[in-house]
């Protein structure tokens, strides 16, 4: 349970963040990726290169990643994975609703959108992918096994 105190912080923070593209910064620099794969926070960079190609609208005030998600052993629920939630806060409804649950592997940036069992691509997220796994020097067919604790069929 979060205390008082941090659950004003976080709240103000949100309300600070009217955008979830205002709140993302800048883009993820492929030379700071190290040979060990990506953190969270570049994970989450990569879900949101992937997601602008998408059908999401980000820009939309109250919408949020949630990139907290950990198993009862505060590890992420797929390994090799940061597993992300997609989300909106409706301030008229007060309502969230969650748009998708998506897995970045740390070693390529490879995305899936989990519930959906679908690969994410598209240019930029396939030249930034490129680049990540020249830094870990990993490729798709490396992680191959791994891949299938997503629950994904690799044809979808």
Request: aromatic share 8%.
């Amino acid at each position: 349970m979060l205390s008082k105190d941090r659950r004003s912080w976080l709240l103000g923070l949100t309300l600070a963040c009217t955008t979830l593209v205002a709140c993302a910064g800048g883009t993820l620099s492929p030379t700071q990726v190290k040979a060990t794969g990506l953190t969270r926070e570049q994970a989450q960079a990569v879900l949101l290169v992937a997601l602008r190609h998408q059908d999401y609208q980000l820009d939309k005030p109250g919408v949020f990643v949630d990139g907290d998600l950990q198993d009862e052993h505060g590890q992420p629920p797929h390994p090799g994975y940061f597993d992300f939630s997609l989300g909106y806060n409706d301030p008229k409804a007060g309502a969230t609703e969650y748009w998708g649950l998506f897995s970045v592997s740390i070693a390529t940036g490879d995305v899936w959108e989990t519930n959906l069992c679908k690969r994410l691509d598209g240019t930029e997220l396939q030249t930034l992918q490129g680049q990540i796994m020249a830094r870990t020097g990993k490729s798709l067919k490396d992680e191959q096994a791994q891949r299938q604790g997503l629950g994904c069929d690799e044809g979808q």
